[in-house]
């Protein structure tokens, strides 16, 4: 039988991918400090820490809740499917896999892959907050996308591709 996940849990899910998402910046940063592309990984990093602490947020005021959906068991089905495909809700993974990263290609093509991930997860999220918090959720979606954009953009300037 499949576990399931309440909205806290995905919540907490949504903490641990961003603590992955800053060891993994944060290790990028150090690996490639002499390049670039360094001061953007540590950006990243930085930013992932901010997300860490509007997910504790939402977590203080979340815990009870149930989402809205007419089928709620089908619901947490579906997320439970993306968080367990989703490599950054496993704990302690950023910095394990930012150190087998052998040039900063892949850090950049992993980096693209994880915040793609990462946003497709918060859209699921999103459906499971109050809707005090929608504006929270949307925000993190947004910067996602920023860094989505970043990575994208040190991806086409070196190699002239499209995400």
Partial sequence: MQERFSGCEMVEM???????????YSELAEKFKKESVGEVFKCLAAEEEKHIEVFNGIFASLCS????????????????ALASQYVFTRKNTGKTIAE???????????????????????????????????KLIDKLIQEEKEHLKKLCELRRKDKDEEC
């Fill in 14 to 24: 949504g903490i641990q991918i961003e603590k992955n998402g800053k060891e993994f």
């Fill in 65 to 80: 809740y149930l989402p809205e959906e007419a089928y709620p068991d089908e619901y947490f089905a579906y997320m439970n």
């Fill in 100 to 134: 087998k990263l052998k040039n900063y290609d892949e850090g950049l093509n992993l980096g693209i892959s994880f915040e793609k991930d990462s946003i497709l997860f918060y859209e699921g999220m999103r459906q499971m907050v109050l809707e005090r918090d929608y």
